[in-house]
């Protein structure tokens, strides 16, 4: 009988994340059983937490793999030097958009989390990444406004906020009808209401 190929331990981490996340798209977060993962893995119960110490550990590995992958494209996206504040705001939603689209696990994760009374690692860590995408917004936003661009009653940190809240609204709406297919193209057509810009 062949041996399976021993995988790195980094390689082996990737994979229980992405079995998590597949999981969680078909079925409740809440209802994942560490030994259902390691049986996505295709590997032993015991194997799954020699990486893991506990559940929590993994749903934390999991949202710091998500962050990471959005917050490399939020970077490449600054990286092209952008001359137009509010059309990096609209492509950074529209990069969150496409991203939870990809990964429909991740926001019924998340969601879960937030329900959650206690704390936990895997919810600060989403509390961390939203309070700096809620800060890279509105310095975007609070350029614009300092170019006249942008023609709002609220300060940038306020807009900041409905502009995150608008979108988790569209994500929680997708899961209520089911489908995230559509997220991105309801959060285009609202971004000329969330972003009003100044007459030319």
Sequence with gaps: MTRATALPAAERRSLAV????????????????????????????????????????????????????????????????????????????????????????????FFAEVQRPQASPARQECQAFMARFRLRLSDLL???????????????????????ACCEGLMLQGLVHGSLEELASRTREALPLLLPRAAG
């Design 142 to 164: 609070t350029a614009a406004g300092e170019r006249g661009m942008l023609r709002s009653p609220l300060p940038a940190a306020a807009l900041a906020n409905v502009l995150l």
């Design 18 to 109: 992405q079995a998590l996340l597949e999981l969680a798209a078909e079925t409740a977060p809440d209802q994942i059983s560490t030994a259902a993962i390691a049986v996505r893995m295709g590997t032993s119960h015991a194997a799954l937490f020699r990486h893991f110490p506990s559940r929590d550990a993994l749903w934390a590995e999991s949202v710091c793999w998500a962050t990471s992958q959005l917050e490399q494209q939020f970077a490449a996206l600054a990286a092209e030097g952008w001359a137009d504040p509010l059309a990096e705001v609209e492509q950074m939603l529209l990069l969150n958009a496409d991203f939870v689209r990809q990964y429909p696990g991740l926001l019924r994760m």
